[in-house]
């Protein structure tokens, strides 16, 4: 991102074919304003009237601590979870050809577009203990919904297809030529994917991992159905913020929202410096 | 190392890339596979390594010397691969990418890191590549990459070498200049080679034998040479070069079509000759034996020698010739010169049209008909 921008800045003396760099810059730093940096603008604004102690004394109230480590938790193991799957549900639609192939392709994207709170009731109703899920679940004395398992497995449903769709092209790149050279070179199958495809995969899969990770750690919809809601126990930080606000305690809602906010950005921040540096590599310097 | 093919044919679905195919190939030999696409040099080549599995017949086998590999897994058979588009391990270094086939041998196999640097650096200094050992496959250019390619595929100690349209990703002069390189090392270290190539100039020029291939079939197995001068059929005859033709009814030894007359001893009815543009001749006058009128529309200098463009009624297509610089001087050759063409040599293959044969025609009976072909006294 911080390339795209730069790149048409240093290169401004040059005449391009076509013009008007001027206006599409303008126009989208606009739109990016209005719909991206007014809201956020707000939310910071809420929290002038806050001292630092107080701003302190709100973010590490225990209950919104516990909630914390219940929501990164969960999203942790839901991106895991998904990184493995994920790459394995690519690697399928990439390199093989079935029946149903377009089908399952377009089925990826239903996370997408399937409201969130729809996805968390159909979750709940599934797994809870007259659920069919559920019901199969219970006597062997798996409990997932209203644990952290229900939270893991919500938070994974909605955010499986960064992984695809972050993983898919670049496999869909890598031509099947590199395969057939490792193995020309004596590499078993399990050589010649953790020595020559994987590598190439990392920096997608760590991408669309993070992502993954960063949108379920906002997760709202989905989660709240099946999560239970104890307090200190399966309450998410998302549903902190709901809290606070049905409170109508907008400053401890925002407080707790900043934090949401700073933690995302710093990881998509890192994700980003940490790609170019892959990408870099493999387009020699010149990427 | 000898390879040996007995049957092998393949099927893409229910289009035939081979038909069955038998082949030798001695030891050390550099054998070029040529072919318009579409002609299953490819899929030959894929099949001697591996990388492709030929249809299941009794007879269907694969010997390299005395090794049977038709069921050896590619990573089993030994061999090296060079990949048209070089498929080099991006994320590696140059001298990481040498060095895999090494760092991947079994345990016990292993050589020590030690031995693993010096053989690598061994490689690059024989791709005189020693000094960009640490650079990244991207930052280096088409031929050296090619060459990184060549040197990891010799990593191993490979007895067979095979090469996928090798040059065919490159421009025109590090083609040349590799091509001569891949000769050296060919005789250098011995191994026996398999290209495949559509560029009948290259494979004209390296091989030992060239295997000249169309429809999944083998036309001709020959030296350059004698593929050259004693082409056996009509598609590799018009496969190695430029050719023109003259297409007309034969009458009492003599074709005729619109004014063009020709005396030669072939049978009545229609037939059609083929010529080498180096065999037509270009006169200010008809000689007794050929009257063929043209038109010069162009005259093109390349190198030593003219080439002209020749179009008249007569023909389907503008004839090539080839002159000399001194005889295109003495004719005063310039576009729109009315010249007569005198056939040198011609060419005749009664009954193997491309396009008219038939599958199952095998490629010995264009050898049993053979080509009639005559050499005619015309002179300038």
Known sequence: MHKAISLPFARSARRRVLPGFGLSLGISLTFVSLVLLLPLTGLVGQLKGLSLSEYWFIISEPRVVASYVTTIGGALVAALVNAVFGLLMAWVLVRYDFPGKRLLDALMDLPFALPTAVAGITLATLYSSKGWMGQLLEPLGWQVSYTWVGIALAMAFTSIPFVVRTVQPVLEDLPAEIDEAAMSLGARDGVAFRRVILPHLWPALVTGTGLAFVRSLGEFGAVIFIAGNMPYETEITSLMIFVKLQEYDYVGAS????????????????????????????????? | MSIRLDHIQKHFGRSQALSPIDLDI?????????????????????????????????????????????????????????????????????????????????????????????RVMQLLEMVQLSHLAERFPAQLSGGQQQRVSLARALALKPEVLLLDEPFGALDAKVRQELRRWLRHLHDELGFTSVFVTHDQEEALELSDRVVVMSNGRIEQIDTPETLYRQPRNRFVFEFLGDVNHLEGEVRGGVLTCGEARLTLDLDDGPQEILLRPHEVQVAAAPSADAHLPAVVTAVVPVGAEVRIELNADWMDEPWMATLSHGDAERLALGRGSRVYALPRRWHHYPDSRPDSQQPDVSGDRSAKSGAKRRESGATV
């Open chain 1, 255 to 287: 407080a707790i929202a900043s934090v949401v906010l700073a933690t995302s950005l710093a990881l998509l921040l890192a994700i980003n410096l940490w790609q170019g540096r892959f990408i870099r590599r493999l387009h020699g310097g010149r990427g």
């Open chain 2, 26 to 118: 001695n030891s050390g030999e550099l054998i070029g596979l040529l072919g318009p696409s579409g002609s299953g040099k490819t899929t030959l080549l894929r099949i001697i390594a591996g990388l492709e599995t030929p249809d299941d017949h009794p007879d269907c086998r694969i010997l390299f010397g005395e090794r049977d590999v038709t069921h050896v897994h590619v990573r089993d058979r030994r061999i090296g691969f060079v990949f048209q588009h070089y498929a080099l391990f991006r994320h590696m270094s140059v001298f990481d990418n040498v060095a895999f086939g090494l760092t991947v041998l079994p345990r016990r196999e292993r050589p020590s890191s030690g031995e693993i640097r010096s």
